[in-house]
């Protein structure tokens, strides 16, 4: 872990980390970190899925905390798909099978809050 310190700048700052093949057209950028900031308890990220793109179908032993920043979205969560638009949260509980998509024609984008690395297990 690195040594915790204030950290101030703009989101565009942090670079976009391609998440791969089983999220096709997703990003994440780190935002606030245990590794790269020192933060004792809380991850938070911005996500950001372009059109048509989508995260893998998934679940693990950690929530989510999101708010919706930006374009149209969907999450799937208990056994159903559910819209989102800017300024919408979403908590997914831990062990809770989820997915996000894209549902429109720019980038999604959604703050998603975790535990840092320590508390995921």
Known sequence: MAETRGKVCHYTDVPAEIVGEQAPGAAMRWLIDDTRDGAPV?????????PGGHSPHHH???EHENFVV??????????RWHDLKPGDVVFVPANMEHEYANAGDTTFKFLCGIPVTRLRG
């Open 42 to 50: 809380y991850a938070l990220r911005m996500v950001e899925i372009n």
């Open 60 to 62: 693990h032993n950690y």
């Open 70 to 79: 930006e374009g149209k979205g969907r999450v799937f969560m208990d056994g």
